[in-house]
């Protein structure tokens, strides 16, 4: 490689690094007081004050939300942290009784089976590390506190809602793939929306989800038909 062509590729280098930099900072810097605003979340509800709470519902500007009741959920929701906290028991070993409870169970058995997968590795994963999910934490909280808690869970569900990255996105083009392959390239749109949808949320077992099929006999017509094809086979004259 010449000498000009080297200080070239290198100033390409460079240019392409703060591009990349830039490029970033463009969308942090816009939303850095939200992500710090949500971050504290994050951390569960043991170093969480009442001004970061009330910080995050000015940012966030979450409809619906009662001030006055936050505030009187918010101290009671700390109070039951601080009975569970005394209790012998550990924190973990708590959160993990209560996962096993059959409506947790219910929960989980509402995703796929990838997502089943992945979540287990995830568990195994904790096991090894011991560390405590901030999710499961505020689940849990919400569950055994004494009174309903709606303001506080709404802010909790929104914060939660929100994706970390988009691990979950790909996960979703990956079960697309599978559906339409080489195989089933005719297939519509709102077909492959439809089974992805399936796919996602129902909680019915293979065997279950046929014997859903058989006993619906608009289904079974709806499935041989073509209609969920976009495209017709047609004669060739």
Same mark, same amino acid.
């Given at each position: =490689?010449?000498?000009? #062509? !080297?200080?070239? $590729?290198?100033?390409?280098?460079?240019? &392409?690094? @703060?591009?990349? $930099?830039?490029?970033?900072?463009?969308?942090?810097?816009?939303?850095?007081?939200?992500?710090?605003?949500?971050? +504290?979340?994050?951390?569960?509800?043991?170093?969480?004050?009442? !001004?970061?709470?009330?910080?995050?519902?000015?940012? #966030?500007?979450?409809?619906? $939300?009662?001030? +006055? +009741?936050? &505030?009187?959920?918010?101290?009671? @929701?700390? $109070?039951?942290?601080? =009975?569970?906290?005394?209790?012998?028991?550990?924190? @973990?070993?708590?959160?993990? &009784?209560?996962?096993?409870?059959?409506?947790?169970?219910?929960?989980?058995?509402? !995703?796929? #089976?990838?997502?089943?997968?992945?979540?287990?590795?995830?568990?195994?994963?904790?096991?090894?590390?011991? =560390?405590?999910?901030?999710?499961? /934490?505020?689940?849990?909280?919400?569950?055994?506190?004494?009174?309903?808690?709606?303001?506080?869970?709404?802010?909790?569900?929104?914060?939660?809602?929100?994706?970390?990255?988009?691990?979950?996105?790909?996960?979703?083009?990956?079960?697309?793939?599978? /559906?339409?392959?080489?195989?089933?390239?005719?297939?519509?749109?709102? /077909?492959?929306?439809?089974?992805?949808?399936?796919?996602?949320?129902?909680?019915?077992?293979?065997? +279950? =989800?046929?014997?859903?099929?058989?006993?619906?006999?608009?289904?079974?017509?709806?499935?041989?038909?073509?209609?969920?094809?976009?495209?017709?086979?047609?004669?060739?004259?």
């Amino acid at each position: =490689m010449s000498y000009n #062509t !080297s200080v070239e $590729l290198q100033a390409s280098f460079k240019r &392409f690094i @703060l591009t990349f $930099l830039e490029y970033i900072d463009k969308y942090f810097s816009q939303n850095v007081a939200f992500l710090e605003a949500i971050g +504290d979340f994050g951390y569960g509800i043991e170093n969480l004050t009442w !001004s970061q709470v009330k910080k995050c519902i000015e940012i #966030t500007k979450i409809k619906g $939300l009662n001030e +006055d +009741d936050l &505030f009187n959920e918010f101290t009671e @929701l700390r $109070l039951t942290f601080e =009975m569970i906290q005394k209790k012998e028991v550990p924190l @973990l070993d708590q959160i993990q &009784f209560f996962l096993s409870n059959e409506g947790q169970e219910e929960i989980h058995n509402s !995703s796929t #089976t990838s997502i089943h997968q992945s979540e287990a590795n995830e568990e195994d994963e904790e096991e090894q590390i011991k =560390m405590i999910r901030s999710d499961r /934490l505020w689940a849990m909280l919400l569950a055994a506190n004494a009174t309903p808690t709606p303001n506080i869970k709404k802010l909790i569900c929104f914060l939660y809602s929100i994706p970390a990255s988009n691990v979950y996105v790909e996960s979703i083009f990956s079960d697309m793939k599978h /559906l339409l392959s080489d195989s089933r390239n005719r297939i519509s749109v709102d /077909l492959v929306s439809a089974e992805l949808q399936i796919r996602r949320n129902s909680s019915l077992s293979c065997t +279950d =989800m046929h014997q859903y099929l058989l006993s619906h006999k608009e289904l079974l017509g709806a499935i041989r038909s073509n209609n969920k094809c976009a495209f017709k086979k047609q004669r060739v004259q």
